[in-house]
């Protein structure tokens, strides 16, 4: 099957005639955040106003003149099931730009046409998506160091362009595959999320657990609970922050011994000032 089938030509948007921008991402290892700073970074040049907001705080009502971003990590065909909770919270937009940013590494799957669904039935006024590669962050026995700064150079490089498309109204939107519906399908059922949290158990080496509770205030769905030592409950979703940002390294797939990958540190994550 040709690429003419499987995706459609990107088309020119609206240009963003918001002033500000509030930008809400959520980012395991930091490849997200980077990638969401990056574009931010880009739209300021551009005299925009930008706020980088963590969907985990939760949204707050966008004032007059504010356009939506959204940055989030493709995950099981689509992302996380909290982001899509989150989406589907959002009020309605009245005709306000908004634009999706994502970061893989290797495919997408059904996220971009799914979430650019969602934001017309909310009656956001789609502005752009793009997708951008990043250093891999599950099960690495090393680390790449040169090839992870090449991909991390390359999407600030794509961000700039990214961002200059929506300033000027060309960044388009992917339409994804044929096959997206099925996709995000099954992305939102559970048993993709237990086979993917058998599959990969997460243990805690007790000899060098610091006992700092990381861990358990970064998760996102609550599934770490802080005791003597963390105890992981049934609701994971392989986001890999808890294994990222353990200092002494005590969190890791039982039986694996997979090398710590972060992009940015714990104060940048939690940071107020992004």
Same mark, same amino acid.
């Given at each position: 099957? &040709?690429?003419?089938?499987?995706?459609?030509?990107?088309?020119?948007?609206?240009?963003?005639?918001?002033?500000?921008?509030?930008?809400?991402?959520?980012? /395991? &290892?930091?490849?997200? $955040?980077?990638?969401? #700073?990056?574009?931010?970074?880009?739209?300021?040049? @551009? @005299? *925009?106003?930008?706020?980088?907001?963590?969907?985990?705080? @939760? !949204?707050?009502? %966008?004032?007059?003149?504010?356009?939506?971003?959204?940055?989030?990590?493709?995950?099981?065909?689509?992302?996380?099931?909290?982001?899509?909770?989150?989406?589907?919270?959002?009020?309605?937009?009245?005709?306000?730009?908004? !634009? %999706?940013?994502?970061?893989?590494?290797?495919?997408?799957?059904?996220?971009?046409?799914?979430?650019?669904? $969602?934001?017309?039935?909310?009656?956001?006024?789609? $502005?752009?998506?793009?997708? !951008?590669?990043?250093?891999?962050?599950?099960?690495? &026995?090393?680390?790449?160091?040169?090839?992870?700064?090449? *991909?991390?150079?390359?999407?600030?490089?794509?961000?700039?362009?990214?961002?200059?498309?929506?300033?000027?109204?060309?960044? @388009?939107?992917?339409? /994804?595959?044929?096959?997206?519906?099925? %996709?995000?399908? $099954?992305? #939102?059922?559970?048993?993709?999320?237990? %086979?993917?949290?058998?599959?990969?158990?997460?243990?805690?080496?007790?000899?060098?657990?610091?006992?700092? /509770?990381?861990?358990?205030?970064?998760?996102?769905? *609550?599934?770490?609970? =802080?005791?003597? !030592?963390?105890?992981?409950?049934?609701?994971?979703?392989?986001?890999? #922050?808890? =294994?990222?940002?353990?200092?002494?390294?005590?969190?890791?797939?039982?039986?694996?011994?997979?090398?710590?990958? #972060?992009?940015?540190?714990?104060?940048? +994550?939690?940071?107020?000032? +992004?």
């Amino acid at each position: 099957m &040709t690429s003419r089938f499987l995706f459609a030509k990107e088309a020119c948007w609206d240009i963003m005639k918001e002033n500000a921008v509030d930008f809400y991402f959520f980012s /395991g &290892t930091g490849n997200t $955040l980077l990638a969401a #700073r990056a574009v931010a970074e880009e739209l300021r040049k @551009g @005299g *925009k106003t930008v706020r980088i907001r963590r969907i985990e705080k @939760g !949204f707050v009502p %966008l004032p007059e003149g504010t356009a939506l971003g959204i940055a989030v990590p493709a995950a099981m065909f689509s992302t996380y099931p909290f982001v899509w909770e989150f989406l589907e919270a959002l009020p309605d937009g009245d005709e306000r730009g908004a !634009f %999706l940013v994502s970061t893989m590494g290797g495919a997408s799957g059904a996220l971009r046409p799914a979430v650019k669904r $969602l934001l017309e039935q909310k009656n956001y006024s789609p $502005l752009g998506a793009r997708d !951008f590669v990043m250093p891999s962050n599950y099960a690495n &026995t090393s680390i790449p160091e040169e090839e992870n700064r090449e *991909k991390t150079e390359s999407m600030k490089m794509e961000a700039a362009k990214f961002a200059a498309g929506l300033l000027e109204g060309e960044a @388009g939107w992917k339409r /994804g595959t044929v096959l997206w519906p099925l %996709l995000y399908s $099954l992305s #939102r059922k559970a048993f993709p999320w237990r %086979l993917m949290h058998r599959k990969f158990p997460l243990d805690v080496d007790r000899s060098r657990c610091i006992q700092c /509770g990381k861990c358990a205030r970064l998760c996102p769905v *609550k599934n770490i609970r =802080m005791a003597e !030592f963390p105890e992981f409950q049934d609701h994971c979703v392989s986001c890999q #922050r808890c =294994m990222a940002f353990c200092p002494p390294e005590a969190i890791n797939v039982r039986g694996k011994n997979y090398s710590q990958y #972060r992009s940015v540190e714990y104060y940048d +994550l939690i940071s107020e000032n +992004l």
